[in-house]
Structure formats: structure tokens, C-alpha cells
């Protein structure tokens, strides 16, 4: 009892003097986080380093294409010389860098034990690269790039092909053509905004600029395969985040949970910024835990790989603004960091803050629309961080000081502050268990003059719902969870987030961290738990199925099954401390990766019984979203209309609908200018259109969805293309099932000589 009283007035008031035992204990030669397989920075030979660098290396490439195109697409000569002038070398000295660092933990224990820990170490790589090959396959053989302009995949596909040719933002508009602003012709379309006579894109350039590579190496096939590229490389970085976090043996699990979850296979066959923020996160997340559980005998400085990785996370912005919701957090790590090691803190918090600087660059500079429709949003996310920046940074300053370090750990020390750990854990789950009643105590509305609210309604009466406009959905943002990652890996994912947040508050409590293993957690239990939060309490979306999920992607999906998986591991660990043999620990994690895998498998592939056919018989059937392409023919339709329209030509689109998909296309890949009036425009004011057209020495196009709309100008109208095709569904409340199918019909007139009939 003396010495339980001895060592908690030691706690209590000598904070100073425990920053410095464990600044010292992370620092040590032979590194805690190395001491134990399958904690950060544990090097068992040359297969943990070729695991550890092939996990962060697409993390390593986006930052260098990244880093490097912005700057020359800002100045309008982003090109493929320059590109890869800058890039290819950057890449290289950070690969080789991150390489190299690693020597100092290269060797193993002796004899048999070494022989397993390489074995264990190879399996890891190799399992890990296989799950990520086997789904770029799959993501391949069923690809459904976008290139009509319906919805953002589009968007960034037409930008992106824009940027490929252009090397510049904003895209002339070539209103002088179409008669000038007094004949009012708009260039606005779905995704692009009219700025004067130029139209800007309505998104960011992280995810174009990557495609640009695409387009550039294969013409419209090699942008659609950037897409699954990034998913695949997006599930390699996120098996080699488990492995740091929960042991490199759970690697491939983790690979294999998140590549068979129909979110991710959605957003990874089509051009959706989510999967390549999700590389930047993971690839970040792993540095950083690189950095802490690096040994101070390494070879090259640690602050260099802590700068890398924040540099990579503050770079998530770049692909969407969105993402700086997810990186307030990382905030507060950093000041922890600061006061646990220094170094390592400080150059956390320097790359932070130059990746966010090129994502509010790109958004204020080149996609301003974009970040004036998020401005309430960026306001609060500024303010939330300003809050999270002043409270961990007085904290910090205060610990440094003898009398207050001394007083503040007195009062954590005391009742009821004890006992934070543990209201940590019980608020994880409280929090868990109120989004699960959610629903039926709350209806969520969206705000007065939604622009999606007519759309939510429409989709209401399609599906058969009651009618009930302006409803977001979102007070059943968890059941969506549920339904994508499985009710088995929400309960082990809430198990184990709550066993974390109890082990990472205790740690900042008492300031002891004996293994270093709590502070490389810190940072992705941070994230993970203010990620999920924030989007399970207010997804921000439009509510169809699949397109909501997407908005699990980036943070949500993979910190359910990350902390599922550390659950799982932790539950094989305590059969074993209770005297359970090697094969009872090892079903235990064989049936909880079960629980976690085959629930998401089920959603994606839709497998069931049916009585279908003959004789009314069970059988098996697999009818679900993952196996099907989506939307085929949308190249070969836009090749045909391009060619149907010919050199020289000005097209001026009279309905509505084709415009706000169509317009970009016409003007990016068919290469004329182009406008739209609205349905139902006089022919008064399409005939001056026509005739100005004329006098600009183009040959005017008339662009419509039926042969009336076009016809009556002294042409006869003719099919430009008749695409019949598929899309995603669309479902409120439940999870999607197999394709639409949808139709895109457009007709085409060219008037000659004079317009008839004004």
C-alpha cells in the first residue's frame, strides 16, 4: 500500500520527469515498438522491410505526382515532360530514402524463432500483394468508367481529360462563338461552372491530375484503369496499415476485409476521389507510425519520414476538401507528439500544414466554386481545429512546468477524473448504441431549397416509398455501415474501439507508455473514432444506394475494420494468456475473420438461396452489384457523336437534361465550342443563335433529346446516338442489388444556309 501511494505521488507530480523517461524509452536503440512482432516499427529481416516500404510506396508515388503537378498547373504548363521530369526523380529519392532508413532493423532472433518470424514476415508481404493483385483483376475485368457527365465520376473524367490535353485551368468557354453573353447562352453543366466567358471545374485537381497519367500513357482506356489502379493500391496501403496496427499476420485479412465491401468496390471502378484519399490517409498514418517506432540508430533522421507522412495526410485535401474534417484530429496527435518527442512532432505538423496549404490553393485558385459551396463547412472545420489547437497546445505547455504539470496530475489522479479511461470506453459505446436507436427518435430533414430534394422525392415514388421530400436519410448512416461491413464487424470494430480509446486515454492520463506501442495508435484511433463520428452523424449526401457509401470510404469502412481486426487479435491473445492452446488461439482469429469477411462478401456478391427455376429447388444465387459492369457503351457513344459532328462545327443544346451531361463532353472530347438554352427557348432567340454562329465562321449544331426540338430549322434531324445501358441503383433503404438499366437518347440537326422559320 506504501508503495502503491509512493508511485502515485511519483505520477502525480513529477509529469516533466515521465515526458522525459518516455520521450527516452521511444528513442531507445533497440526500440519498444521493435521489441514485439507486429507493433510499429518491429523489423523481422528483409521481408518486414520489403512490407513496410511496398505499403507506404503509393503513398510515396501520389505525393510525388502530386507535389509536383499543382505548382506547374497553376503556371498552365502541366504537361507530360515537365510531370515526369520533377516527379519520376522525386519518387525515386523518396522510395530509395524509405528504403534505406530501415537497415538498422533488419536482423531477427536466432534459430528456429527467426526461421518463423521470416516466414510469418514473407506470408505478410506475399498475402497482402496477392489479396491486392486478385482485386485489381476483378475491379479490372468488371470496370465501369464514367464519361458522360452525370454525377462527379464524370465530372472528373471530363476534367481530367481536359487537364491531359490542356495542361491549364479554367477552360475557355468560347461564348464569342455562340453570339456572346447577350444572347444569353450559358456553358454551365453538370460539374463545370460558367465564370465569366471560362468555365471551371467544380471539383479539385488532385483526382484529375492523376488521371491526366492515365490519358496520357493509353488515350480513354488508360484513364479508366487509373481508377481500379488507385482502389488496388488504396487496399495494399490499408493491409499495410493492419499490420502495423494489429500484427503483420492480420495484413492480408485486413487487405481481403476491405476489398470485398461493396463501397470499395464501387468507388474503385469508376473515378471517385475517395480511394486515392484513402492512400494518402494510410500511407500517412503508417509513416507517422514508422517514425514513433523508429530506432534512433537508424541511419537517416526520423523527422524526415514524420514530415513525409504529414505531408501525405495533409495532401488528402488536395483530392477533396472534405477530407480536412477527417485531419483535425491529427492536430492534437501532433501536440502529443511535441511533448513525447520533439522531432518527430514538429515535422509532423510542418508537412500537415503544407499538404493543406496545396488543398486550399487548388480549392480557392482553381476550383473556387467547389470551395465557396463548402464555405459553411470549412468554417466549422477551422473553428473545430482553432478549439483542438488552443486546448492541446495550452495542455502542452502547462505539463512542461513543474507546478503545473504537478497540479494537473493530481486532479487526473483523483476522483471522478480517475476514471476517464474508462467513461471513454463507455462513451464508444453509448455513442454506437445512440446512432443504432437514431431512427426512431429522429427523422432527419435537409434544410429549406435543396437542390436534391425534388431528386430524393422522385426516387421515393420510383421505389415506392412514402412520399416525404426534403428527407436525408441520414439518422440511418450506422444501418448503412451495418449493411456494407456486416453486424459481426460493427460490434468486434465498437469492442475494440472501445478498448482503445480506454488504453490511449489512459496513456495520455498517467503519461506512461512502456512498450511506445499506444503512441504510434493514437494517431489512427483519433481519426478513426472523430472520422466515424462526423460522417455517421451527418453523411452529407445525396441518400441513394450505392452513391451514400462512398462517403464511408476514405475513414469510416476501414476504421471499423481495422479496430475489428485488433479486437480480433486482442481475443486470440486473451485465449492464449488463459492457457488456450495454439490451435484454440488460432480459431478464435479464424472465426472472427470469418465474422468479419463473409457478411461484406454477402452484400457485395449477393449471395443467397433462391427457388427460382425448375422444381422450385433451393438453390445458390449470387446476383449482387460486385459482379456486374456498369454503364457500358458511354465511350463509343461519345467517339460516334464526335464524329457525327465533324470540324469546324459550333453546337448550341436546347434541352435541359442533355446539357448538364453533355456540354463538357462536346467541348473537352469532340473539341468545338458549345452552349445550351434551356427547354422550351423561343425560336426566335435559337435562330439569332444559329446566325451568330454563322457569322463566326463555324457551322451550327443543333443538339436536343427528341427530333422536335431540333427540327424546323430547314434539317432534318438524325440520331447522334442511342446509348441503351445500365447504371447504379438507387435505393433508400436498402442495400443495392443488381444494375438499372437506363437509356440516353440525342438527336442532331444541322441547319443550312439561313435559319428557316424566324
Known amino acids: 500500500m506504501t508503495s502503491d501511494r509512493r508511485a502515485g505521488r511519483d505520477a502525480r507530480g513529477s509529469l516533466p520527469a515521465t515526458v522525459r523517461r518516455l520521450a527516452a524509452a521511444i528513442s531507445r536503440p ?36 502530386l507535389v509536383t503537378g499543382l505548382p506547374l498547373l497553376l503556371a498552365g504548363v502541366f504537361d507530360p515532360v515537365p510531370v515526369l521530369l520533377i516527379a519520376a526523380p522525386l519518387a525515386t529519392a523518396l522510395a530509395v530514402y524509405l528504403l534505406y532508413r530501415d537497415r538498422a532493423g533488419w536482423q531477427s532472433g536466432p534459430g528456429r524463432a527467426a526461421r518463423q518470424d521470416r516466414w510469418a514476415s514473407r506470408a505478410a508481404l506475399a498475402g497482402t500483394a496477392l489479396v491486392a493483385a486478385g482485386y485489381l483483376g476483378w475491379e479490372l475485368a468488371t470496370n465501369s468508367p464514367a464519361v458522360l457527365a452525370t454525377r462527379p465520376p464524370g465530372v472528373f473524367v471530363q476534367a481530367g481529360f481536359w487537364i491531359a490535353q490542356h495542361g491549364a485551368l479554367p477552360i475557355p468557354g468560347g461564348s464569342g462563338v455562340l453570339g456572346g453573353p447577350h444572347l444569353a447562352v450559358h456553358l454551365s453543366s453538370v460539374g463545370f461552372f460558367a465564370r465569366g466567358d471560362s468555365v ?98 537508424s541511419r537517416l533522421p526520423v523527422p524526415t519520414v514524420a514530415v513525409i507522412g504529414g505531408l501525405a495526410l495533409g495532401l488528402a485535401s488536395l483530392l477533396s476538401l472534405g477530407s480536412l474534417v477527417y485531419l483535425v484530429p491529427v492536430l492534437g496527435v501532433t501536440v502529443i507528439l511535441i511533448a513525447a518527442r520533439p522531432p518527430a512532432g514538429i515535422a509532423l505538423g510542418a508537412g500537415l500544414a503544407a499538404g493543406c496549404c496545396y488543398g486550399l490553393a487548388a480549392g480557392y485558385l482553381l476550383a473556387r466554386p467547389a470551395a465557396d459551396s463548402l464555405a459553411p463547412a470549412l ?35 483523483g476522483r471522478p477524473l480517475r476514471w476517464l479511461p474508462e467513461a471513454a470506453a463507455v462513451l464508444v459505446v453509448l455513442a454506437v448504441a445512440g446512432l443504432a436507436a437514431r431512427p426512431y427518435f429522429q427523422t432527419v430533414r435537409a434544410a429549406p431549397g435543396r437542390p436534391w430534394a425534388g431528386y430524393v422525392a422522385s426516387l421515393q415514388r420510383l421505389t415506392g416509398l412514402p412520399a416525404a421530400p426534403g428527407r436525408t436519410y441520414s439518422e440511418h448512416a450506422l444501418y448503412w455501415l451495418i449493411w456494407y461491413a456486416g453486424i459481426a464487424a460493427v460490434l468486434l470494430g465498437t469492442f475494440g474501439a472501445a478498448l482503445l480509446a480506454r488504453r490511449c486515454v489512459r496513456a495520455l492520463v498517467t503519461w506512461r507508455d ?77 472465426l472472427c475473420a470469418g465474422a468479419i469477411l463473409l457478411p461484406a462478401a454477402g452484400t457485395s456478391f449477393g449471395v443467397g438461396l433462391t427457388h427460382a427455376g425448375a422444381g422450385g429447388a433451393l438453390r445458390p444465387s449470387a446476383g449482387g452489384l460486385a459482379q456486374h459492369a456498369v454503364g457500358a457503351g458511354q465511350e463509343q457513344s461519345v467517339r460516334a457523336a464526335c464524329a457525327a459532328l465533324g470540324p469546324r462545327s459550333a453546337v448550341l443544346i436546347v434541352d435541359r437534361r442533355v446539357a448538364g451531361y453533355l456540354t463538357q463532353v462536346i467541348r473537352g472530347m469532340c473539341g468545338v465550342p458549345v452552349g445550351w438554352l434551356p427547354t422550351g427557348t ?77
Not at 507493433?39 to 503509393?58: I, K, S, Y
Not at 494517431?523 to 449526401?541: E, F
Not at 470510404?553 to 488463459?578: D, F, H, K, N, Q
Request: net charge positive; glycine share 14%.
Open 682 to 758: 423561343g425560336r426566335v432567340s435559337v435562330a439569332a443563335v444559329l446566325a451568330a454562329i454563322r457569322r463566326s465562321g463555324y457551322r451550327p449544331v443543333l443538339v436536343g433529346a427528341a427530333p422536335g426540338q431540333v427540327a424546323g430549322y430547314g434539317s432534318r434531324p438524325r440520331l447522334m446516338f442511342d446509348l441503351r445501358t445500365t447504371q447504379q441503383p438507387h435505393w433508400l433503404t436498402q442495400p443495392p442489388g443488381a444494375p438499372w438499366p437506363a437509356r440516353y437518347v440525342v438527336w442532331m440537326a444541322v441547319p443550312p444556309g439561313t435559319a428557316q422559320g424566324a
Open 379 to 413: 468554417t466549422e472545420i477551422g473553428l473545430a481545429a482553432a478549439g483542438v489547437a488552443i486546448v492541446t497546445v495550452g495542455l502542452a505547455l502547462a505539463l512542461r512546468t513543474d507546478r503545473a504539470g504537478g497540479a494537473i496530475c493530481r486532479v487526473l489522479a
Open 30 to 65: 533497440d526500440g519498444p515498438a521493435g521489441r514485439r512482432a507486429g507493433e510499429p516499427g518491429g523489423g523481422a529481416g528483409l521481408a518486414d522491410r520489403g512490407f513496410a516500404w511496398l505499403t507506404v510506396l503509393p503513398a510515396v508515388l501520389l505525393i510525388s505526382w
Open 200 to 297: 471551371v471545374p467544380g471539383v479539385l485537381p488532385g483526382l484529375p491530375m492523376l488521371l491526366a497519367a492515365g490519358f496520357w500513357a493509353g488515350g480513354l482506356a488508360g484513364g479508366a484503369a487509373v481508377s481500379p489502379v488507385l482502389a488496388a493500391l488504396a487496399v495494399l496501403s490499408f493491409g499495410g496499415l493492419v499490420g502495423r496496427l494489429a500484427g503483420r499476420g492480420w495484413a492480408p485479412a485486413g487487405a481481403l476485409a476491405l476489398a470485398v465491401t461493396l463501397p470499395e468496390i464501387y468507388t474503385g471502378r469508376s473515378a471517385f476521389s475517395e480511394t486515392a484519399a484513402q492512400i494518402l490517409l494510410f500511407g500517412g498514418m503508417s509513416l507517422v507510425a514508422d517514425a514513433v517506432g523508429c530506432p534512433a540508430a
Open 514 to 590: 512502456e512498450t511506445g506501442a499506444l503512441l504510434a495508435l493514437a494517431l489512427p484511433v483519433a481519426v478513426g473514432l472523430a472520422g466515424a463520428a462526423v460522417v455517421l452523424w451527418q453523411p452529407l449526401t445525396v441518400p441513394d444506394q450505392p452513391w451514400a457509401s462512398r462517403r464511408l470510404v476514405p475513414v469510416v469502412l476501414p476504421a471499423v475494420l481495422w479496430m475489428a481486426i485488433w479486437a480480433a487479435r486482442w481475443l486470440a491473445a486473451l485465449a492464449a494468456s488463459r492457457g488456450a492452446g495454439r490451435a484454440t488461439a488460432a480459431a478464435v482469429s479464424v
